[in-house]
C-alpha cells in the first residue's frame, strides 16, 4: 500500500464547477500536509499548507481529518487556468522529507 | 528574490557517462532536498543536505549516485555510469527550517535527464 493515495483522475469539469479531491495517507504519525499544483512537466509549486483542521485561501479550501488520515482539497468557482495535477504531501514530525501522492489530474473546460 | 536554481535545465547523455545535477537553494535556505521523477510517476524522495552534511540519503540508489552540499557553492548530484533508466526529472527543493520542524519546501525548475 502506498504511504500517500490519491485518485489519478482525470477530473474534467465545466468552469465555475465545484471539484473536491481526497487524499488518504497511511502513516499516523503524519503530522503536516500540503497541497502543491504542478503543471505539465514544470516544479510543483506550493498551493496551501495545511496543519491543524484546515484552512481556506480564496477558492481553495483543504481539510484535514485525522481519525480517517484524510485531507481533501476543494476548489470553487473553477477556472481554465486551474487545469493541472495536484499532488498531496505528508510530512511526518521530527524528519523532513516530503511523502508525494502520485497526483489527480483536472482539466477544467470552457 | 530568486528562487531555488537548477542548472542545466535539460542534459542529455550516452550509457555510461557521468552526469551533473546542480542546485541553488533559495537565499536564507541551508536545507536542500533532491527528487525524482519518473515518467508518469510521482515524485519520489532521494536525499536530504545541510551544509557539509548528509542528512538522510535513504532514497538514493545504492550504487552510482551521490550529493553533496560544500560550504561554498551550489549542492550537486551526480550520477555516474548512467543507465537508460535514470532518465528523469531531478528536482530540488530548499527549506529554511531544520529537521525537526516541519516547513514548507520550494522547488526549482528541476533538470530533466535523457539518458540515449
Known amino acids: 500500500r502506498k504511504e500517500v493515495e490519491q485518485d489519478p483522475g482525470p477530473f474534467n469539469v465545466p468552469e465555475g464547477a465545484t471539484v473536491a479531491f481526497n487524499c488518504t495517507y497511511s502513516?499516523?504519525?503524519?503530522?503536516?500536509f500540503f497541497w502543491y499544483r504542478q503543471d505539465c512537466r514544470k516544479e510543483p509549486k506550493l498551493l496551501m499548507s495545511?496543519?491543524?483542521s484546515g484552512n481556506e485561501d480564496g477558492r481553495f479550501t483543504a481539510q484535514l481529518n485525522r481519525a480517517s488520515q484524510y485531507i481533501s482539497l476543494l476548489i470553487r468557482d473553477s477556472k481554465l487556468s486551474d487545469s493541472a495535477t495536484y499532488l498531496c504531501?505528508?510530512?511526518?514530525?521530527?524528519?523532513?522529507?516530503?511523502?508525494f501522492g502520485t497526483g489527480t489530474r483536472l482539466k477544467v473546460l470552457a | 528574490n530568486a528562487g531555488v536554481m537548477q542548472n542545466p535545465r535539460h542534459l542529455v547523455r550516452r550509457r555510461g557517462q557521468e552526469a551533473r545535477l546542480r542546485c541553488s537553494p533559495m537565499?536564507?535556505?541551508?536545507?536542500v532536498y533532491w527528487y525524482r521523477q519518473l515518467p508518469e510517476e510521482g515524485l519520489k524522495f532521494m536525499v536530504y543536505?545541510?551544509?557539509?552534511?548528509?542528512?538522510?540519503e535513504s532514497g538514493m540508489p545504492k550504487e552510482r549516485f551521490s550529493a553533496e552540499f560544500p560550504k561554498e557553492g551550489p549542492s550537486i548530484l551526480r550520477i555516474q555510469q548512467v543507465v537508460r533508466g535514470d532518465s528523469a526529472a531531478y528536482f530540488c527543493?530548499?527549506?529554511?527550517?531544520?529537521?525537526?520542524?516541519?516547513?514548507?519546501?520550494?522547488f526549482g525548475p528541476g533538470t530533466r535527464l535523457t539518458v540515449t
Open positions: 527543493a530548499s527549506s529554511p527550517r531544520d529537521s525537526f520542524t516541519s516547513y514548507e519546501q520550494y
Open positions: 543536505l545541510q551544509k557539509e552534511n548528509i542528512i538522510d
Open positions: 495545511v496543519y491543524s
Open positions: 537565499k536564507g535556505h541551508s536545507h
Open positions: 502513516n499516523s504519525a503524519s503530522q503536516s
Open positions: 504531501v505528508a510530512q511526518t514530525s521530527g524528519t523532513y522529507k516530503y511523502i
